[in-house]
């Protein structure tokens, strides 16, 4: 059921810009609201946030995760780090890790 | 003229003539305007419904740049409990993440309600502490509000189904008033675990399954989480479109909350602190799924446009507009998601 409506109408997840508007969304923000801000923070246009081909480039280029393992690319919470700052967001488990690291 | 395949509410298909779906449409909508008061639906998004609902391909979606983001309800359960696929909570996780396309998810204990998951919160704040170590999309914790656990035998309140029949109203309202406390007490304590355990924030499910003491409850515990953690993400899923009033006279914020519809509803769920609200529209299985449809989509439309907060409606069996069947067929899921995000403008599903 899920998968299904993933495919008929939902972002795509990793593959694009999913889950980015997605941690907007649960703070709060409209969809077009959402979609708004993580479009002006990776610079791309709304159009643009779920193109797979696309997304795939830029989240590469930004190191913030993608369906597709890469040697040495960042995975989990590396890549979570790197979103919190770039879209300038809390993230709770990345305040936890830098605590628990003594970051 | 020529005859449309579609699906009655059970999922069964069926042949209907363009006339008779255009009539189907109609009295779903005028269903669900009747007994929300809420507005019609116009006459532009009651042609793209019957668009929607006859276009030739088997499967439909959203038109480019229309996509939206998807949140769970027993988010770990689907894949390997319900599909039997042998893997566990992570891996299933990491595969929604990697394969799915799924734009959040949610880690969920089998036994799905606050009451039982409060004796291994400590246990499932480990497994949520190496899900966010592993994973990258946004993983909440849910579980469903449930007050009705709280009664005997299996809790410590009068059971108020046994009370009420036997007209004793008084004692009725008194246990569920009891019950909510306790189940609040739950929500939050496990709440506090999972958020300091690194979830992004907590599903409240199926919220309203025992009235609206149930109701009261979930949202009593939003407010106090929202208040402690201002930046808790908190979704709130209800469990029917209509507050049951099995109590009658309780209220939140001077509303009484029996009797209250989606869109009056996710007002409630706002000034409590939810930051997403997921509308339940329940399907009748009996009638065609244009009917239900037209009408789960009247009554979205109204709850978005009453919402200042993201709204997610539930689009699974038997709910917003969805075929009542365990593989609802893919044509009428992808029609009613289609319809639920461009004509009923949610957020997400």
Known sequence: ?103 | MSKIFTRMGDGSGIWMSEAEVRADLEAGMQEAVKRGKVPELTAEDMERLYEIMTDPNKVVSVERGNEVTHSFDAGTLKFGIRGGVPVDRLATILAHERAFASDSMELAHIDYSYKPVKAIAHEERQLMEQVQLNTIIPVLYGAMSNVGLYTKPDGPIENWAELLPMAKIKEAQEAQEEATKHATKDMIYVSEIMYEGGADGMNFDSVGASGDADFLAALKAVEYLKNKFPDMEIEMGMAGEFVLGMHGELTYDGQRLAGLYPHQQVKIAEKAGVTIFGPVINTNSSKSFPWNLARAVTFTKACAEAASIPIHPNAGMGVGGIPLTNTCPMDAMSRASKALVEIGKADGL
């Open chain 1, 1 to 103: 059921m899920a998968f299904g409506h993933e495919m008929a109408s939902g972002m795509g997840g990793v593959r694009t810009a999913g889950d980015l508007v997605a941690r907007v969304t649960a703070k709060g923000k409209k969809i077009r609201e959402a979609k708004k801000y993580v479009a002006s923070k990776l610079r791309v246009s709304l159009f643009d946030l779920s193109d797979e081909a696309l997304m795939k480039e830029l989240r590469e280029e930004l190191n913030i995760g993608h369906v597709l393992a890469r040697p040495g690319a960042a995975i989990g919470m590396e890549a979570k780090m790197r979103i919190a700052k770039l879209l300038d967001i809390e993230i709770n488990s990345v305040n936890r890790f830098k605590s628990k690291a003594g970051l």
